[in-house]
């Protein structure tokens, strides 16, 4: 009986040791991919050269753009010569919005004064001379919405409060300040304002404006934000002369019924083609910017995922698709129509990532997904960290991939270390010289590790 136990316990050691060298030898094995990884991507100039072909030739990518067209065009070019399996535009038809010029100007008894300011979409337009209105500063929609009817209606609601740089979290920051950008003309509108300006949400304290999307359910007033030096003069203006006036022009126009696309393009899987591993970011930017950061870079570090893959001739198991949406900055309707677009009787979403934070130092990722699939991520860090992979927690997967949520699938969001975006998101301040290209490569480097990791060992 002693015998018989010692052999059960001899063969049941030499199973686990072998186990474990199976692990050790996988582990050593996916390190050595992540590093060819790392040295094809860190070697390639091909995503900073697709970046600044977008900033420097298609800025102003705003659906319904020609800058938004010849972007999706020299993309598809791009997929085309690198001999992907599939690439394609994928129209639908929405409605957008446009702005040709607009214009704050303080009408003061020493003369005029120009403000820094740029549209937000989708303000109205004025007519003529445009509006000639006394303006009140307010700090909050709370503060606008305990004043009387009668204190706002015919003037220029002016929403004046400042980021709290008090937040460790940039994008803390911003989403603690961002409701009077997204709300408040809509808010002043009901009140009877005949137009709203508010301060950029930054925390850089320089003139340039920084646009964005507001929301009006029905009808609409001209919108606009100013420089944030811009938004301190007129307040310091305002406490020497509270029938300080100002002058708002505003050239825009909703477009109606356009056609406008998302681009595709894909590499087969060799196992479960059927199985969709997407990755993407957002073609579309701001009239007034570059985007270099928001969204060129995840653009181009996601497309990187298909030329590495190639170039590596990594045998993936299932298809990885890259989606430039369109329209994530006005009403996202790229990403809802993609999800729109499954047909689940051909194909089966398996996993899902957007990089939607800048080309800065890669820092992690944060999953939508059940607890088992956030497990099975975790153990993914270990191989992730030399290429600066500190986190894989639970939290947001992201705009454009969210629709996918509905069949069930994991949703990533690649995260960076984004002290600095706030300073040139939707702003002009966001262009091409601001990309550091080891960064970039960095970015590209991690998202696709997780990728390959995914399609290896994903198991849902």
Known sequence: MF??????????????????????????????????????????KDAYNNLEYLCNETPGRLMGSESSIKALNYLKSYFEKLDVDTVYLQAYKTDSWRCNSSSVIIKSPEGDIELSAVVLGPSAK???????????????????????????????????????????????????AVDQRARGPEAAMEKGAVAAIVRSVTSLSDDVPHSGSTHFDKDRIPALALGVKSADKLSEMLKNDIFLNLNIKVDAEILTNITTYNLIAEIKGHEKPKEV???????????????????????????????????????NKRTIRFVAFMDEEYTQSGGKHYAESIDTLVERPYFALE????????TGFTFTSTEAQLELFKTFKPLLEPYGIKFIQ???????IYPLKKFNIPLTAFRTDTHRYFDLHHSANDTFDKINFRELQMGTTCISGLIFLTDKYGDW
């Open 126 to 176: 004025t007519y003529g001379d445009g509006i000639t209105a006394n303006v009140i500063e307010v700090q909050s929609i709370e503060e606008l919405n305990k004043m009387e009817r009668s204190e706002i209606k015919g003037k220029v609601v002016f929403f004046n409060r400042p980021v709290k740089n008090t937040f460790t979290d940039t994008f803390q920051m911003y989403s603690e």
């Open 394 to 400: 639970a939290g947001w997967g992201g705009v454009d």
């Open 355 to 362: 990089a939607d934070a800048g080309a800065f130092t890669p």
């Open 3 to 44: 015998i018989s136990y010692f052999y059960r316990m001899k063969n049941l050691l030499t199973v686990l040791i072998f186990l474990a060298a199976s692990a050790v030898f996988s582990q050593n094995a996916d390190s050595l991919i992540l590093r060819k990884i790392f040295e094809n991507a860190i070697n390639s």
């Open 277 to 315: 591993i997407l990755v993407g970011g957002h073609i579309d930017s701001w009239l007034n910017t570059a985007g270099a950061h928001d969204d060129g870079a995840g653009i181009v570090q996601t497309g990187d995922v298909l030329r590495i893959f190639k170039e590596l001739q990594i045998q």
